[in-house]
Each structure stands twice: as structure tokens, then as C-alpha cells.
């Protein structure tokens, strides 16, 4: 799909666990907006599924028309670029949660759900913290004692990543230069 055809549409959840609503956002259409009771994760997809194949609100006719179900994790640690998601690769986001201990939980929420919900739907997750991951050691070490790094991962990851990295993109393609040529400062406000 183009830019255009994706801009200004969305399904966002809020409140999961402590209440819930829902807002469904399409172009030049009504916007739909509920509360819903949503105690987990699961009831949480249902409902966006649901929603997204609605004869009135939807906009595809059955689940089997999605392809992929891609996630947005903060914290990726390790990972320089986006992955599919297997067991190994959500063992090792799971090992992570100490040092992502905000984000961490409810992202792996969501994608167990997406899996119960859309078994054998390939799951990718794009990571904020890719967008660092060149960083060179001295400007992601703190100065603190070395043993936190290597015990505990304590280091400058980087965060808003996958903003910055839209915004740049963005930048290079409206100025028509590459991005070797642009000094450029971006902004995730």
C-alpha cells in the first residue's frame, strides 16, 4: 500500500487490564471509538480483529486476508535489525525484561496473543533500539564500573528508534540527497 493509503488510518487499544477502549481511524470515515472491557492481551486482539472484519467498520473481509502481524518492541538488546519472531528469539526477549522492564511485559503479551489468536501468521517485531545498534563502545558505555556492563547489560541503547529512523528516511527522500551528504537533527517529541 502507498503512503497515502496508509496515512491517517489506525486501530489503537488503550487502558488493557484497568478498563479498555478502542478507536478505529479510517480516512474520509466516521471514527469509531468504544470502551470495552479488556482484561488481557487476548480479549484485547479479539476485539481489533473483530473490528477489522466488521461488515460496517472493517476493512478486510476475514483474518485470512493478513499476511504478517508486525510489533513495535522498545527494547530489542541484542538485535540490530527486525526479526521473525521464534521460540529463540522470544526466549531471548524474555531474558531481557530486567533491563526493559516497562515496555517488555505487555509487548510479549501481545504477541502471545497474536500467536493464539493467528496460529501459523508469521510474527515480526521491529526493535527502537536497532536504530543504535552501530554505536560504537565509546558512546554507549557509561562511566560506571565495567562489571555492570558485563553483568547486567547496563549501557546507552537508544530509544525511538524506529521515529528517528522514518523521520531521516523522510528527510534524505524530501531534500533529494543522500544521507551522507545531510547533517541532520531529528526530533521524537
Not at 473481509?61 to 521473525?84: L, T, Y
Request: hydrophobic share 35%; glycine share 8%.
Amino acid at each position: 500500500m502507498s503512503e497515502k493509503i496508509l496515512a491517517g488510518r489506525y486501530v489503537l487499544v488503550e487502558q488493557i487490564g484497568i478498563g479498555g477502549a478502542i478507536t478505529h481511524k479510517r480516512p474520509g470515515q466516521p471514527t469509531y471509538a468504544e470502551s470495552y472491557p479488556m482484561p488481557t492481551h487476548n480479549e484485547a486482539i479479539e476485539l481489533v480483529l473483530k473490528l477489522l472484519t466488521d461488515a460496517e467498520w472493517g476493512v478486510i473481509k476475514s483474518v485470512d486476508e493478513i499476511g504478517a502481524v508486525g510489533h513495535r518492541f522498545a527494547h530489542g538488546g541484542k538485535f540490530q535489525s527486525s526479526q521473525v519472531l521464534t521460540q529463540a528469539e522470544m526466549e531471548y526477549l524474555e531474558s531481557i525484561v530486567p533491563i526493559n522492564p516497562l515496555h517488555g511485559p505487555p509487548a510479549i503479551k501481545g504477541i502471545e496473543a497474536c500467536r493464539r489468536l493467528m496460529p501459523g501468521k508469521p510474527l515480526v517485531c521491529v526493535f527502537d533500539t536497532s536504530f543504535y545498534a552501530t554505536l560504537p563502545d565509546y558512546a554507549y558505555i557509561y562511566p560506571i564500573p565495567y562489571e555492570y556492563y558485563e553483568k547486567y547489560q547496563v549501557r546507552r541503547y537508544g530509544f525511538h528508534g524506529t521515529s528517528h529512523r522514518y523521520v531521516t528516511e523522510r528527510a534524505e527522500k524530501i531534500l533529494g540527497k543522500p544521507l551522507s551528504e545531510l547533517k541532520v537533527i531529528t526530533c521524537h517529541l
